[in-house]
């Protein structure tokens, strides 16, 4: 992906490695893991798209090259040295629902993967761990990171960015040997989704769609983590084969249709309203002239949580979500 925008919305649509162990710098020899793990745990092998990866004790210098890793990671006590730039451009790309976790810690400092892993810098953070679960890598990738230290990539058994948020706060509990803690992070997160859907009868079985103006418009599908949102809520995606192409497809002009859902949640950019507002087709659906839209605009934290949906994000973004869904979904256009 050559663009952010196009990173932050399609994310998952889509020397030698010796030399650069060898000639990078030393890094801080501060570990930032906190205590508590349990070492008992280890050894600990986890299974992934290129095969299994055995960690033999609790990494204490951990650079993640996916792009949502760090919220499981401070969320059980562990201050990553490197995270990846996804979108958002937070400081150390921790997001602003992650800030208690991370408290006063030194930031982890920032990579970019536009043109793939950056090698020598991660190598210069001297990490025991590299985790890449919410990722695309491919085996090149994986084969060059693991030279640099044990790496995990994404699961074999989902699409590139297709672990939910549960597996992958589970899976980092495993790693730091804190299966239990993870565990309880992630019930008390579905409680949240349990107690909207109660809250929100209306929810239950209602058609909806995360939908953006990118190269027309493009709808997410149920692969996709936004998507997952809705339906973990008790929406229900329309069985249309343009929103089954794992996450997400464009769809052309005829098919504006799909968009008349209960609930249509847009994440929207500087030309989304204008767009629509041009849009003859989509301005005469019943989900338009009824104001049946959700708008998240991108550029603002509410929207970076949109997309980013992890153990730490998701209850920062419930609270702003839930009761514009619940106004959607209401009947009266006046909410």
Same mark, same amino acid.
């Given at each position: 992906?050559?663009?952010?925008?196009?990173?932050?919305?399609?994310?998952?649509?889509?020397?030698?490695?010796?030399?650069?162990?060898?000639?990078?710098?030393?890094?801080?020899?501060?570990?930032?893991?906190?205590?508590?793990?349990?070492?008992?745990?280890?050894?600990?092998?986890?299974?992934?798209?290129?095969?299994?990866?055995?960690?033999? @004790?609790? /990494? *204490?210098? &951990?650079?993640?090259? %996916?792009?949502?890793? +760090?919220? !499981?990671?401070?969320?059980? $006590?562990?201050?990553?040295?490197?995270?990846?730039?996804?979108?958002?451009?937070?400081?150390?790309?921790?997001?602003?629902?992650?800030?208690?976790?991370?408290?006063?810690?030194?930031?982890?400092?920032?990579?970019?993967?536009?043109?793939?892993?950056?090698?020598?810098?991660?190598?210069?953070?001297?990490?025991?761990?590299?985790?890449?679960?919410?990722?695309?890598?491919?085996?090149?990738?994986?084969?060059?990171?693991?030279?640099?230290?044990?790496?995990? @990539?994404? /699961? *074999?058994? &989902?699409?590139?960015? %297709?672990?939910?948020? +549960?597996? !992958?706060?589970?899976?980092? $509990?495993?790693?730091?040997?804190?299966?239990?803690?993870?565990?309880?992070?992630?019930?008390?997160?579905?409680?949240?989704?349990?107690?909207?859907?109660?809250?929100?009868?209306?929810?239950?079985?209602?058609?909806?769609?995360?939908?953006?103006?990118?190269?027309?418009?493009?709808?997410?599908?149920?692969?996709?983590?936004?998507?997952?949102?809705?339906?973990?809520?008790?929406?229900?995606?329309?069985?249309?084969?343009?929103?089954?192409?794992?996450?997400? @497809?464009?769809?052309?002009?005829?098919?504006?249709?799909?968009?008349?859902?209960?609930?249509?949640?847009?994440?929207?950019?500087?030309?989304?309203?204008?767009?629509?507002?041009?849009?003859?087709?989509?301005?005469?659906?019943?989900?338009?002239?009824?104001?049946?839209?959700?708008?998240?605009?991108?550029?603002?934290?509410?929207?970076?949580?949109?997309?980013?949906?992890?153990?730490?994000?998701?209850?920062?973004?419930?609270?702003?979500?839930?009761?514009?869904?619940?106004?959607?979904?209401?009947?009266?256009?006046?909410?």
């Amino acid at each position: 992906m050559t663009s952010s925008f196009t990173r932050r919305f399609l994310a998952g649509a889509l020397a030698s490695a010796l030399l650069v162990v060898t000639g990078c710098g030393a890094g801080s020899d501060t570990a930032q893991q906190a205590p508590g793990a349990d070492g008992g745990a280890y050894p600990v092998t986890i299974a992934h798209k290129y095969g299994s990866t055995t960690i033999t @004790a609790a /990494p *204490k210098r &951990v650079v993640t090259v %996916g792009l949502t890793e +760090q919220d !499981s990671l401070l969320a059980l $006590g562990v201050v990553p040295v490197g995270t990846t730039e996804w979108f958002g451009k937070f400081p150390g790309a921790i997001g602003p629902w992650a800030q208690d976790e991370l408290g006063t810690a030194p930031k982890p400092e920032v990579l970019s993967d536009t043109d793939g892993p950056q090698y020598e810098k991660i190598a210069a953070l001297r990490p025991d761990l590299i985790i890449g679960l919410y990722s695309a890598l491919t085996q090149e990738q994986y084969d060059t990171l693991s030279k640099i230290a044990p790496t995990v @990539a994404q /699961p *074999k058994d &989902v699409s590139d960015y %297709g672990i939910s948020w +549960q597996e !992958s706060t589970r899976t980092i $509990g495993k790693i730091l040997g804190k299966s239990a803690e993870a565990g309880k992070l992630v019930s008390d997160v579905e409680a949240r989704f349990t107690k909207a859907r109660a809250d929100n009868p209306a929810f239950a079985g209602a058609t909806a769609l995360v939908v953006t103006n990118y190269q027309g418009y493009f709808v997410y599908s149920s692969e996709d983590p936004r998507s997952r949102v809705l339906t973990s809520l008790g929406f229900v995606l329309p069985g249309d084969p343009a929103t089954n192409n794992k996450f997400g @497809a464009n769809i052309s002009a005829e098919h504006t249709d799909l968009l008349n859902v209960k609930a249509l949640v847009w994440l929207t950019n500087a030309d989304t309203h204008n767009t629509l507002n041009a849009d003859k087709l989509y301005s005469n659906l019943d989900v338009a002239k009824q104001k049946r839209e959700v708008f998240v605009p991108d550029d603002t934290e509410y929207g970076s949580a949109m997309s980013f949906v992890s153990v730490l994000s998701l209850p920062y973004l419930l609270d702003q979500l839930v009761p514009q869904l619940a106004a959607a979904v209401d009947g009266n256009p006046a909410t």
